[in-house]
């Protein structure tokens, strides 16, 4: 027999929905449920906002769609609403750990689920460096502000500047935002949750102050660069739309996640493409896009119209709104590790919950400190190279499978279902693969590289240990493993009862 067995019962092997266990209100797979329908729209909130706002939408008004960054934000969010109801209609079906890991394993198969989940692994933990790094910047400035000076070996990783070693305040954030995450979901949650309202607060802030001082003449003209410079841009802000994605990974820390799950995920979204399009209808009244600061773009904008304290005053809310997104994809990524760990396809080792905390500990501190280490030492622009391919691969395949999943098992109990099936999902899907074309060669080759690594273990341990083969080595261990099934028969033996 080869090391992979490609037959139905090899690596398309599917995790039965109807084997993955039902909703407990006390306990998830050793994971408190904790979280409520708000704490949940934090979560993706803070998710989303954060870099979009305060860093993107600058960058991308100067040098690719001009006052017209709006349409890009739209475009990057129609894209992004495609996925996020396949996310939801999965949500309110599958109450569990693993976001698009988890979906994709139990409508595609083992190996394309091994293929999510190893995938996600590696964007959300660039994805934290990359915030780090990006909050470093914005904190080097306030300590200047202040008249303090550190010193240059501390300030960036290696080859960003003048004697610069290593980013330290980067490295030191991410290890912060682990060891909050060790302290339990609860706590941490309670801490996101304020995070992230200020961080609200102060975009609203930003929007009615700003109002005030937007002159219609910087709105020409409109598209200064074309739709291709709106079409561009949709393509690099796609980053600031998706987390909403991370926040459904909090499935079994959710109380009744099934009905609170699919709210959280729209409401998220729509709270924060609210705030984005108005916020760059501001930013682009207010100052001229060819006078846009791309590192400071608000900051900038209330500085040129003699309000130097706000501008202060965003620095420090940039700092505080950012953290929040290494908080959601952090937590994430650990919440992805846990599920493939416990589901056999890595060590059992890393499934381990802490007895006092309810939370995965070995996971989320190998996490802090790897993504610490990519953001003490790797340039931001290389780091940041690895975040989107992933998750618009992710994307797709997601809502290829809420389309698989519809015509395949129609009658499966849905809290949500997907409207516009299958139109929306095919959006979806020609989107999400459409930006991909925007990426460059060095990042497919590293992309790829990293997926070779992960199918060697796949192959020689994923496979073999899988709870879904019949001779894994838990069942010797007394690990029952998920018995093959219909997706249906849930449904059935709810009608008989």
Avoid at 417 to 439: E, F, Q
Wanted: with cysteine; glycine share 10%.
């Amino acid at each position: 027999m080869s090391i992979l067995d490609f037959s139905t019962s090899g690596v398309f092997r599917r995790k039965p929905i109807d084997a993955i266990e039902p909703e407990d209100p006390q306990q998830g797979g050793g994971l408190l449920r904790v979280l409520g329908l708000w704490q949940l729209v934090a979560l993706g909130v803070g998710g989303i906002i954060g870099a979009g706002v305060f860093s993107l939408a600058g960058a991308v008004a100067k040098e690719a769609a001009g006052p017209g960054v709006p349409l890009s934000f739209v475009v990057a969010g129609i894209a992004s609403a495609c996925a996020a109801l396949s996310y939801a209609e999965f949500a309110g079906m599958i109450p569990k750990g693993g976001s698009a890991y988890t979906y994709s394993y139990a409508v595609l198969g083992e190996a394309v689920g091994w293929f999510v989940g190893w995938d996600l692994l590696l964007e959300y933990t660039a994805i934290v460096a990359v915030v780090g790094i990006g909050i470093s910047g914005y904190f080097g400035f306030l300590v200047q502000q202040v008249g303090i000076s550190l010193p240059q070996w501390t300030l960036g990783a290696p080859g960003t500047g003048q004697g610069h070693v290593v980013d330290l305040f980067a490295m030191l954030l991410c290890l912060l935002i682990a060891f909050v995450l060790t302290r339990g979901v609860r706590n941490a949650a309670r801490a996101e949750s304020v995070l992230v309202w200020l961080k609200v607060g102060l975009v609203v802030l930003i929007i009615c102050l700003g109002a005030f001082y937007v002159n219609t003449d910087n709105y020409t003209p409109f598209l200064p660069f074309g739709w291709n410079g709106v079409l561009f841009g949709a393509s690099i802000v796609f980053f600031a739309v998706f987390g909403y994605d991370a926040m459904s990974t909090a499935a079994e820390e959710s109380a009744q996640a099934r009905k609170m799950l699919p709210k959280a995920i729209l409401i998220s979204l729509t709270i924060s493409m609210t705030l984005y399009i108005l916020a760059c209808l501001v930013l682009t009244g207010m100052i001229k896009y060819t006078e846009i600061d791309p590192t400071s773009a608000f900051a900038r904008a209330f500085d040129v119209v003699g309000l130097p304290g706000i501008a202060t005053l965003i620095s420090v809310g940039a700092v505080i709104g950012i953290a929040t997104v290494m908080f959601t994809f952090m937590f994430a990524v650990t919440r992805v590790w846990f599920s493939m760990a416990r589901d056999g396809l890595l060590p059992r080792w890393f499934a381990a919950v802490d007895t006092k905390h309810h939370v995965p500990v070995r996971v989320t501190w190998i996490v802090g400190i790897v993504s610490a280490l990519i953001a003490g030492f790797t340039p931001i622009v290389e780091a940041a190279q690895l975040t989107n391919i992933g998750i618009l691969l992710a994307f797709a395949i997601v809502c290829s499978s809420v389309i698989v999943l519809r015509y395949r098992s129609p009658d499966i109990e849905r809290s949500f279902r997907m409207p516009g099936m299958p139109i929306i999902p095919l959006v979806g899907v020609g989107a999400s693969i459409w930006l991909t074309i925007y990426l460059t060669e060095l990042t497919w080759l590293r992309f790829t590289g990293w997926l070779l690594l992960g199918l060697a273990i796949y192959a020689f341990y994923g496979h073999r240990n899988s709870h879904l083969n019949p001779s894994s080595p838990h069942r010797a261990n007394g690990v029952q493993p998920l018995q093959t099934g219909n997706d249906t028969s849930r449904v059935a033996r709810s009608r008989k009862a």
